[in-house]
C-alpha cells in the first residue's frame, strides 16, 4: 500500500473526533428576515422543498481523505511526523496533477438524488484548499487546467448544475470564503499557523484587497456564467469583519486574530443578486441580512425553530470520498429527515464522488431506499410548515401549508416490526375525519379517547411487512 494512502486513511480517521469538535459550525445565535420580496418569496420555495443534497468533491478525493483540513496547522490536525509541513503541501498541491475523473457522471448523481426525494443541490465549487471546480480565470489551480482540461466536460461545475436542474432542483453553489491556496490569503512569505489568513491585514492592506477582488471576481463568475442559482452557500465563517466574532466562533479552538477579515459581503451580494433576483445568500454563522437560513452542522436543534433552517449532516461518516466509508442506514436518515422537517427545517444530506467521477454504489443504493419511502410519503413533508406541537414520543407532527391537513409520522425503532396499532397523544383528528396511511394510500381506522388517538393498522401489510422505516398518516386537523 502506497505510503500518502496510509497517511491519509491515519488521518481521516484521527479527524472524525476531533472535527466533530474543532470544526463543526454551530448555529448563529439569532436570525435576520430579509427584507427583499424576491428574497423571500425564493425562501418560501426553498423551505417547500426539505430534502437536499450537497455534494464535496475536489482533490481530497484522489487519496480519499478528508477535505481541505490536512492542510491546516491547528493542534488537533495530525499527520506524519516523518514528513516535513513543507513536503505534505507539496504533496497535497501536486494532487491537481493526480485528479483526472474521466468517468465524470453527474447524471448520475442527479438521479441518484432525485430518487431519493431530494430537491435541492449544493455543491461545492471551492473548498478551503482553493481547488476550483470551475473553470475560473483568476487561477491555474482548477479542475479545467489540469490532467482533465482536454475533456469536453472539464467546467464541471456547469455540467453539474445542468443534471440536477434537468431533475428540477433548485440549484445552490457552495464557495469558501477562505482560500488557502492564494497568495492573498496565505502569503508565502510567513507560515500558516491556523484556518486565518498568515499576515497583518492592517499592515498589508493592498494583498488584502487583492484577495477580496480575488473572491469578488470568482462569486461573479459563478452568478454569471452558470445559468440560473437559487442558492450562495459560503463557507468559513472565520472570514467576517471583527465586529461580528461571537461565542460561537471563538468555541471552534482556532486563535481569533486581531484584524477584521471583512471581504465586503454587500459589494458581493449586490453584483450576485444583480445577476440572480432572489437569490439566497447563506453566509453560514455571519447572522445579519446575509444568512437567510442556519446551518448547524451534524446536529439537530434540539427545539423547533421559528425561522429558516437547515441540518448539514454526512450520508457516511465523511464528507468527501473515504474508502469503505460506513454509511448511515435508510431508517436513520429518514428518522433524522423527520425531525428535521417537524421542527421547522431541512435536511441537507453530504455525498463524495469517488476521484474518477462517480458515487460508490452503496452510496446509491442506499439513497434508492431513502427514495421508496419518501416516494410513498414524501407529502407528509414536501410543502408543509410546522404545528405547535410537534412531537409526541417516537411520532412527528406536520401540517400542509393551507393547514387543511395534519400528518401524523410514527418513527419505530430501527428494524422493530410492524405494530397493530399507532397511538399519539395531541393534533387529534376533526370528528369523522378519513385517516390515509401513506405508505398504502388506503384509509385506516382510527379512534380517540380523550387527547390520545389510536390508529389500527391493516392487519395485510403487518403480515406482508416485517419493519417500516416510519409510518405517516394524513387526516383532517382538529
Given amino acids: 500500500m502506497k505510503k500518502w494512502y496510509v497517511i491519509a486513511l491515519f488521518f481521516f480517521v484521527f479527524c472524525l473526533g476531533a472535527r466533530s469538535q474543532q470544526n463543526v459550525h454551530p448555529q448563529s445565535s439569532t436570525y435576520e428576515w430579509p427584507s427583499d420580496p424576491a428574497v423571500k418569496q425564493k425562501l418560501d420555495k426553498w423551505q417547500d422543498q426539505k430534502f437536499g443534497m450537497i455534494i464535496h468533491w475536489g482533490v481530497y478525493a484522489v487519496p480519499g481523505m478528508i477535505e481541505s483540513w490536512a492542510l491546516c496547522s491547528e493542534d ?64 491555474d489551480f482548477s479542475i479545467a487546467k489540469g490532467p482533465f482540461k482536454g475533456n469536453p466536460r472539464a467546467d464541471v461545475a456547469k455540467y453539474v448544475f445542468d443534471a440536477f436542474r434537468k431533475q428540477d432542483f433548485m440549484i445552490g453553489a457552495y464557495f469558501s470564503k477562505p482560500d488557502w491556496h492564494s497568495e492573498y490569503y496565505w502569503w508565502p512569505k510567513y507560515a500558516t499557523p491556523d484556518r486565518n489568513n498568515n499576515y497583518d491585514i492592517r499592515k498589508h492592506p493592498w494583498r488584502w484587497n487583492k484577495f477580496k477582488d480575488y473572491t469578488f471576481n470568482q462569486i461573479s463568475e459563478l452568478m454569471h456564467g452558470y445559468g440560473s442559482i437559487d442558492i450562495l452557500w459560503l463557507d468559513g465563517g472565520w472570514v467576517r469583519p471583527l465586529e461580528t466574532v461571537n461565542e460561537e466562533v471563538k468555541s471552534w479552538g482556532a486563535a481569533i486574530p486581531a484584524w477584521s477579515q471583512d471581504i465586503d459581503m454587500p459589494k458581493i451580494a449586490h453584483m450576485a443578486r444583480e ?27 434540539e427545539k423547533q425553530l421559528d425561522h429558516p433552517w437547515e441540518s448539514c449532516m454526512t ?17 436513520k436518515v429518514i428518522h433524522s429527515l423527520v425531525e428535521v422537517v417537524a421542527k421547522g427545517g431541512s435536511l441537507l444530506l453530504g455525498v463524495g464522488p469517488a476521484a474518477d467521477g462517480t458515487l460508490p454504489q452503496e452510496a446509491v443504493d442506499r439513497l434508492e431506499e431513502i427514495g421508496r419511502w419518501t416516494a410513498k410519503n414524501g407529502s407528509a413533508l414536501y410543502n408543509t410548515r410546522t404545528t405547535g406541537k410537534y412531537r ?11 393547514a387543511k391537513t395534519k400528518y401524523a409520522i410514527f418513527c419505530p425503532e430501527e428494524g422493530a416490526a410492524v405494530p397493530g396499532t399507532v397511538e399519539w397523544t395531541g393534533n387529534v383528528p376533526a370528528k369523522g375525519s378519513k385517516m390515509t396511511l401513506l405508505q398504502t ?17 391493516p392487519s395485510a401489510l403487518i403480515k406482508k411487512t416485517k419493519s417500516v422505516p416510519a409510518l405517516a398518516f394524513a387526516y383532517k386537523g382538529g
Fill in 76 to 139: 488537533w490536525i495530525e499527520r506524519d511526523s516523518t514528513q516535513s509541513y513543507d513536503d505534505f503541501k507539496k504533496w497535497y498541491w501536486g494532487l491537481s496533477q493526480k485528479f483526472n475523473p474521466v468517468k465524470f457522471n453527474p447524471e448520475q448523481w442527479a438521479k441518484a438524488g432525485k430518487d431519493a426525494g431530494m430537491k435541492y443541490l449544493v455543491f461545492t465549487t471551492k473548498h478551503h484548499d482553493g481547488f476550483c471546480m470551475f473553470d475560473t480565470r483568476q487561477t
Fill in 275 to 301: 445577476a440572480q433576483p432572489g437569490l439566497l445568500i447563506v453566509d453560514r454563522t455571519v447572522h445579519g441580512p446575509y444568512e437567510n437560513y442556519q446551518t448547524p452542522e451534524q446536529k439537530i436543534p
Fill in 315 to 331: 450520508l457516511g461518516n465523511a464528507w468527501g470520498f473515504v474508502p469503505d466509508d460506513q454509511y448511515k442506514s435508510a431508517a
Fill in 392 to 402: 409526541d414520543g417516537n411520532t412527528w407532527f406536520t401540517r400542509s401549508k393551507d
Fill in 441 to 457: 394510500g388506503a384509509s385506516v381506522r382510527w379512534s380517540v379517547r380523550g387527547s390520545k388517538v389510536s390508529v389500527e393498522l
